[in-house]
């Protein structure tokens, strides 16, 4: 074709787009939208409404990735000329604007937020002004990711004779409702405390009053779940719970006022000390040390030092009142490196003493009491009310005898070393009738006694639980609340085997029947689980005042449960985590274990971990510049050699020259 031609066909496809161009703006209103040189062309035709369209997003579900951004491209148009657009993102899940108002350009691109989203475009019109809007809602979803435990320490330590309370958290992106285990229950236990936000979930670790049996390193590992139903998706971490072991103080019998003859009957004080010690036993093992002293450095007798025992016969000389001390050591424990946060604890001994006088007499005379209020013998109390009761007794020979009192028969209270004391009755509520009031004074061998009669009037009881009587009465708390503790559940059992060999009630068996029925479980796997929950407060409520515990479920029974049958079942005293992994088997596969797995991109990041993998450089490009590298390398070698060659050429030239100059 001649080069006229060309320049002709050139200048008319210039003017063609001209025309077109002039004429779209006296008779259409268009925008293009869209990536590259795809586009729409929405023409306004006088007399049509105004209108916007949304091209993307629709109202479709788009899928991404555990860690990519959701960034979704936002393609709209407009059948009228726009001279501002904004647009606004409701999160339907949460219901909270993540967007309002937002001035864009079309197409661009925005971020999403995960499940729901609501979209509002808007643009104003630019003739008018007038705003004129859309909407559309759609779903951005993503796999599932494994749940992350917050910090926990290593180890938690705990003081015998305490009561472990250790919270720790785990997150969840997905939000779900994470449940909690332990891989050895009792003597500690774990509660879920619930949610703290969307995504984090509180976890108590607990335990009853930990005695000596506790004492030592207890290994743990902690595992939270998703019950997301694959492999995935849990986290673990081991630990060590360790009690702390402390040396518990004895105790020692208050001996009180004894009095022993010269001659005849009881003329020989024989007596060994009741004391009882955690760590060494009793008086009888002979594991603790006894002395004793007399206030006025008399020598009447010794004692045994290993075994507490007194055996004292006095003589005509020895007549006259002793004040005497009688103390005992334990031995203590070997002191753990951390026995300092034990407040106020320790592991060296303890020393613990009993005071109490000894009569020696001819002739002994019996304590009295000399005054005592009421005088009457018979006091009315109402329900509400209490009655005071005080009393002084006297001894003759100058012992100062013991004073004990006694409701009903029972002892009450129980003083040495004074001569007179006071007693407060308050009677529960709810107590009606008569009851007997007593008090005691003895030197040992003899005594005097005051007994009154009481009338109760009864008062309803218009609160939990009651007061005290006794000793000034009491108070305290109006009820105890429960802490139930429950242990691991036990191996699943057939349902209907159970029934014909009666260890399951009908009642009980079509309970169970129906609701494996609902699972879709038939006789050959319906099955149930038991475990014990108890009360680590020991409250004894008739009402309980905590819920207690589910102690029976329904489970998928297998014949002989194992690490490899497909079902997440218990056994040897621990339950799997998820199906075939944690508890009696191998450790399940985490986002924390250092083993690519799960489908993970890398060593516990991607897939179903919310860490994100390092670059990496894709390998066709690591194989070219290896290859290039060693071009260069080979390159560069045959440089040096090429270099050394003529340097050794041109030396060798010119030994040559020097030979034939001396010739």
Not at 251 to 273: C, D, I, K, P
Request: one cysteine or more; hydrophobic letters at 35%.
């Amino acid at each position: 074709m001649e080069k006229g031609k060309w320049a002709k066909i050139v200048v008319g496809v210039v003017i063609g787009i001209f025309v077109l161009n002039t004429l779209s703006i006296y008779f259409f209103n268009y925008n293009f939208t869209g990536k590259g040189v795809n586009g729409f062309i929405n023409i306004f035709i006088e007399g049509d409404m105004n209108k916007i369209t949304i091209y993307s997003p629709l109202n479709t579900t788009y899928y991404f990735d555990v860690n990519d951004p959701y960034l979704i491209d936002l393609n709209v148009s407009a059948n009228f000329t726009v001279d501002y657009w904004n647009f606004s993102l409701y999160d339907l899940r949460h219901d909270v604007w993540v967007n309002t108002s937002y001035q864009f350009n079309p197409n661009t691109t925005f971020l999403a937020v995960r499940w729901g989203n609501q979209l509002f475009v808007s643009a104003r019109e630019l003739s008018s002004g007038t705003w004129y809007n859309a909407n559309v809602i759609f779903t951005v979803d993503v796999p599932n990711s494994a749940p992350i435990l917050g910090d926990i320490d290593n180890p938690i330590l705990i003081c015998e004779g305490e009561a472990l309370d250790y919270n720790f958290n785990a997150s969840d992106v997905d939000e779900d409702s994470l449940s909690g285990s332990l891989s050895a229950i009792n003597p500690f236990f774990l509660s879920n405390l619930g949610k703290y936000n969307k995504t984090m979930t509180l976890f108590r670790i607990f335990s009853g009053i930990l005695g000596k049996s506790s004492v030592g390193d207890h290994a743990q590992t902690i595992s939270v779940d998703d019950g997301y139903s694959g492999s995935c998706c849990v986290d673990s971490n081991t630990t060590n719970i360790t009690v702390i072991e402390i040396n518990n103080m004895p105790s020692m019998e208050n001996l009180g006022a004894q009095t022993v003859w010269t001659r005849g009957a009881n003329s020989t004080f024989y007596h060994q000390w009741d004391v009882n010690d955690t760590e060494d036993g009793t008086s009888a093992d002979g594991l603790m040390t006894f002395n004793r002293t007399f206030s006025a450095n008399e020598n009447l007798f010794t004692i045994n030092t290993s075994y507490g025992i007194i055996n004292y016969t006095p003589t005509s000389a020895e007549v006259g009142v002793y004040s005497i001390e009688v103390c005992v050591t334990d031995n203590g424990v070997v002191a753990h490196p951390n026995i300092s946060i034990c407040s106020g604890e320790k592991a060296s001994s303890y020393g613990l003493c009993d005071d109490f006088t000894l009569t020696v007499t001819n002739e002994n005379r019996a304590p009295e009491i000399i005054n005592y209020t009421p005088n009457a013998s018979s006091v009315s109390i109402s329900g509400t009310g209490s009655a005071s009761f005080w009393v002084e007794v006297y001894d003759a020979d100058g012992t100062i005898p013991d004073i004990d009192w006694y409701l009903d028969g029972a002892l009450q209270e129980h003083n040495e070393n004074i001569s007179n004391d006071t007693f407060v009755y308050s009677p529960e509520c709810g107590i009606t009738g008569s009851k007997t009031l007593k008090i005691v004074t003895s030197d040992g061998l003899l005594n005097d006694s005051q007994t009154w009669n009481l009338d109760l009037e009864m008062d309803a009881c218009t609160k939990p639980g009651g007061g005290g009587g006794g000793g000034g009465g009491g108070g305290g708390e109006d009820y105890c609340r429960e802490e139930w503790a429950c242990n691991e559940w036990e191996t699943c059992i057939n349902a209907l085997s159970s029934r014909n060999d009666n260890s399951l009630s009908f009642e009980k068996y079509i309970e169970t029947r129906e609701l494996c029925r609902q699972r879709g479980y038939n006789d050959d796997i319906c099955g149930y689980q038991r475990t014990i929950c108890s009360d680590l407060h020991g409250c004894n409520n008739t009402v309980y005042k905590s819920e207690k515990p589910e102690d029976f479920r329904i489970c998928y029974f297998t014949k002989n449960p194992r690490c490899t049958d497909g079902v997440q079942n218990c056994r040897d005293g621990g339950c799997e985590v998820k199906v075939d992994c944690g508890g009696p088997c191998n450790a399940c596969a985490t986002c924390s274990d250092g083993i690519q797995n799960q489908n993970e991109e890398g060593i516990d990041c991607g897939g179903p971990c919310s860490f994100i993998c390092g670059e990496e450089v894709p390998i066709k490009y690591a194989n070219f510049f290896y290859v290039l590298l060693l071009i260069l390398l080979a390159i560069l070698l045959a440089m040096i050699i090429w270099k050394l060659m003529r340097m050794y050429l041109n030396r060798r030239k010119e030994k040559q020259t020097e030979g034939i100059k001396l010739r």
